[in-house]
């Protein structure tokens, strides 16, 4: 069982920046990948970002490559998401999740995982 918990979420201006961050329960947190799922009101849940165990691989939705970036620090069990150049359409709870698998195109009923969510606002 792995458990996660985000934080560092909040509220931005537009053109801000935010880095939340998510801390897994498990010592083997090095041998998941690890993603991150955003929730709009009113949306469907949908993929941001995911990184292999080593964090050599990584891959982002259209709609933050360039904004977004993750990165993990497995002695400290630990995942960011930075994220820049936030936009009002970013505003959404940011899942943290965990699989065993690096995949690149999974959806969220692939991942075995979820923290409780933390809330990121960005003003217009």
């Known amino acids: 069982q792995v458990q996660l918990v985000e934080s560092g979420g909040g509220l931005v201006q537009a053109g801000g920046s935010l880095r939340p961050s998510c801390a897994a329960s498990r010592r083997t947190f090095s041998t998941y990948a690890m993603g991150w799922f955003r929730q709009a009101p009113g949306k469907e849940r949908e993929f941001v970002a995911t990184i292999s165990w080593s964090g050599g691989s990584t891959f982002y939705a259209d709609s933050v490559k360039g904004r977004f970036t993750i990165s993990r620090d497995n002695p400290k069990n630990s995942v960011y998401l930075q994220m820049d150049s936030l936009k009002p359409e970013d505003t959404a709870v940011y899942y943290c999740?965990?699989?065993?698998?690096?995949?690149?195109?999974?959806?969220?009923?692939?991942?075995?995982?979820w923290g409780q969510g933390t809330q990121v606002t960005v003003s217009s």
């Open positions: 999740v965990a699989r065993r698998n690096y995949c690149s195109r999974c959806g969220e009923g692939d991942y075995d995982y």
